[in-house]
């Protein structure tokens, strides 16, 4: 629990880059390129997060979260070895639960600029038929945070599977071990009823824009 609230605070770090994310160089990645846009599109909506709202900035979100993240592949590889005993009316249910869950946390935490900054090296690290997109974010105070991103594709097509925490925290390593205890005791059923729950109080006006200091 203490390091999913870990990643969930160091990812509301995002949501404020000083500039269009900058590369340290020029970036000819495509895997890199995939990033810079994720992370431009999320500063376009900070910077209108008061006048959007938080269904404003859900929907503004949605296609570039979509499009950024392999979100079936991060639900299978979350969900674990069960995901080949789950019917598939249920697989297609978690993954669209999980994708909803995942813009809705953009959603709240996107939805102010103070001032942080965030940099993203133009060449991407090779890693397990991937690349490894790394990137830093400095908070308006304090030190900086390691976030990176493992993405698989090929050509222009990249997509992220796992964001890593300080470089080795991997954001479906915690997930797993939270999903598994639900698969456990309640089924695939169970864990589409917790993240239909997770997205709907990470809607709720009242939960959008917590502090910073808090997250």
Known sequence: ???RQVLLRCAALLCAPALPARAEGEATDAAVTRIQAFYNALLSVMKQGDK????????KLAPTVRSTF???AMTRIAVGPEWNSIPPEQQAALIENFTQMTIATYANRFDSYSGERLEVDATAEPRNNGRIVHTKLFPSTGEPVTLN???RGSG????VVDVYLTGTISELATRRSEFSAILKSGG????IE????????????????PQRGAR
Request: glycine fraction near 8%.
């Open 52 to 59: 959007l709202g938080l269904r404003g900035r859900y929907d």
């Open 1 to 3: 629990m203490l390091r």
């Open 70 to 72: 392999d979100l079936a």
């Open 149 to 151: 991103y493992l993405m």
């Open 194 to 209: 917790s993240l239909r729950q997770q997205t709907e109080k990470l809607m709720r006006p009242s939960a959008a824009g």
């Open 188 to 191: 695939p059923n169970a864990l």
């Open 156 to 159: 222009d097509a990249w997509s």
